[in-house]
């Protein structure tokens, strides 16, 4: 299934299907070049780098003059301050890269400054209107365990903006340094063509992995490495997990990052939430470990500005972290791959395909990647090939042992397996890549008329709510109160164990909502406001809202501007 394509460079290239694994040799500038080669001639696409060099700009123009001028400003301001030099000089790495792509050099350094930007607008503004929701939230959760028999599992998700563009492009670049280079240690990036840095996610030939997760949270000022650059440097130079965070403690990003490093070898983890301010270290306690998004080291969680975080995102970073151990606590060394996977794609329904705010398995589930160490101490990775939701798809399997032998013994080619450890039913799997392509429709394409058809057969109270919110939004008011009522009716007629109370918050909040758009002067929607406003918990917003309508008062455009939040799985307010 895994094919040899052959390059005409020093560089090794194989495909399996969508996904392409690279190994590459020499010095790291002679490295980046054979990966812009590769661009140059077309071998690779530059696709997902070129989407995140403009998705700013993309989402700028859905924003009026003043706001987009504005947010225009603070990024000129952001990339002059926070964008510090990197002593591995991984920026000489990407200007010789985009030489040799054929590309602009300050459009692929803006791509690779999209998640920090990302962090620093949406600690910035969040609350305060539409900026913060020009770029998207970074959801990943990552598990590991350690099992009595010797052997070892982690796992995480990479939730973020890409669908279709960084899932179908999956990409492991093997990169191995000259003979007698100094401190650089052979290491792997898992990423999407052609990003060659492994700072979201990556491992080393010591069993050093790296995992990046985004917090909420408004340390978000202070000049700083990129984050893309600070995984890819504890990959190049860390043996240990000790080893790691040193490097961390030296190398800091701008924004507040939560770097989970797990060691193969010692079967441990850690998580260090590292900033330009902040550094904390929570170590692994047990055999089970998970992070999600919201900062668990003491004395960051106790400066975590709670009111910055959107209700629902908040709640879903515990739940997940919550659903991810119990579930953790049960896993067995036998089925110690299915666990990590059943976790990272766990829907409470899986059949319903119901994004709900409980959801570990995002519509922008855009890479799922695995490492485990078998009981006999060979070390693995697993990199998810198929489009998101990526979990329950297939996964390319690579013996490390064997990629760090002799190439020329054994070609890339030979060591490649493509595996499906879930087997997820065929009309499970459909629903899921509807969903995440109407969240392409809504988020990239800006189309909620095509996210509406792809919705429609979807059964569940969760897609019903996306389709109530998109009716909404296209000012359809009355579609959009009977299909949120006409799903309350069946929800309520559950028993109450049964129901997401967010959802059918969120589904009475779309029917109050657009009934005051129908009719303002109505007088049962004050006891329908009445009646919302005893759900528990109450959604800040919400609860200001139906206060607002219990004593006759009309709703502000603010109020009445309202999304569905794909990240949380929940009503988002604001904006303009």
């Known amino acids: 299934m895994c094919t040899e394509i052959p390059t005409n460079t020093p560089a090794e290239l194989i495909r399996c299907e969508s996904l392409s694994i690279l190994r590459i040799k020499g010095t790291p500038e002679s490295r980046a070049r054979q990966i812009g080669t590769l661009v140059r001639q077309k071998q690779l696409a530059p696709d997902t780098l070129e989407y995140f060099s403009t998705i700013f700009d993309r989402k700028l123009e859905r924003l009026p003059g003043i706001a987009r001028a504005a947010a225009t400003q603070v990024y000129a301001l952001w990339r002059k301050v926070q964008q510090k030099p990197d002593r591995e000089n991984l920026a000489g790495e990407l200007k010789a890269f985009a030489e040799e792509a054929g590309m602009d050099f300050k459009t692929v350094r803006k791509g690779i400054g999209i998640p920090d930007f990302a962090v620093f ?101 202070g000049a700083g490495v990129p984050v893309y650059f600070v995984g890819e440097t504890v990959l190049r130079r860390a043996r240990t997990i000790e080893q790691a965070i040193a490097v961390l403690r030296e190398t ?27 550094f904390f270290v929570r170590k692994m306690e047990g055999a089970a470990f998970a992070q999600t998004n919201h900062l668990l080291a003491a004395p960051a969680a106790e400066a975590e500005e709670i009111e910055n975080i959107p209700f629902t995102t908040l709640r879903n970073s515990r739940l997940r972290h919550a659903i991810a151990l119990e579930a953790l606590k049960k896993a ?119 996210a509406i058809e792809l919705l429609r057969e979807l059964p569940g109270p969760g897609a019903a709510l996306i389709r109530a919110i998109l009716y909404y939004e296209l000012e359809r008011y009355g579609e959009a109160r009977d299909e949120a009522e006409a799903t309350l009716q069946t929800e309520l007629a559950k028993p109450e164990s049964a129901r997401d109370t967010v959802v059918i918050q969120s589904l009475r909040a779309v029917s109050l909502l657009s009934r005051y758009r129908l009719h303002p002067e109505d007088t049962i929607l004050s006891v329908l406001a009445r009646e919302l406003g005893k759900s528990d918990p109450v959604n800040p917003s919400l609860e200001k809202i139906t206060k607002r309508l219990r004593r006759g008062q009309p709703l502000t455009h603010g109020e009445l501007k309202i999304s569905y939040d794909w990240f949380s799985g929940d009503l988002r307010w604001g904006g303009f």
Not at 258 to 266: A, E, H, K, W, Y
């Open 252 to 278: 800091r990003p701008g924004p507040l990052w939560t770097f989970v490093i797990t060691d193969l070898n010692s079967r441990q983890a850690v998580a260090v939430e590292a900033s330009a301010h902040h």
């Open 121 to 221: 607008l949406s600690g910035l503004t969040r609350g305060k209107g539409a900026t913060a929701e020009s770029l998207p939230d970074q959801g990943c959760t990552s598990v590991a365990r350690s099992f009595d028999d010797g052997s070892f599992v982690v796992g995480r998700n990479l939730d973020f903006s890409g669908v279709r563009v960084w899932d179908t492009h999956p990409f492991i670049v093997i990169a191995e340094p000259e003979e007698g280079a100094e401190r650089e240690l052979r290491h792997i990036a898992l990423s999407g063509a052609p990003l060659f840095l492994g700072s979201i996610t990556g491992v080393n030939e010591a069993g050093i992995t790296v995992a990046t997760h985004q917090n909420f949270t408004k340390d978000v000022t």
């Open 332 to 450: 067995t060394p036998e089925r110690r791959i299915e666990t990590a996977l059943e976790i990272l794609a766990y829907q409470p329904d899986r059949l319903s395909a119901d994004p709900s705010h409980r959801d570990i398995l995002k519509a922008d589930t855009i890479q799922t990647a695995l490492f485990e160490r078998t009981p006999a101490g060979e070390p693995r990775v697993y990199l998810g090939m198929d489009p998101a939701p990526t979990p329950s798809g297939r996964f390319v399997r690579l013996s490390l042992d064997r990629i760090w032998a002799s190439s020329a013994a054994e070609p890339l080619v030979a060591i490649a397996e493509v595996v499906d450890p879930l087997a997820t039913p065929r009309e499970t799997r459909e629903r899921q890549l509807r969903l995440a392509d109407a969240y392409v429709a809504t988020w990239d394409q800006d189309d909620p008329e095509r």
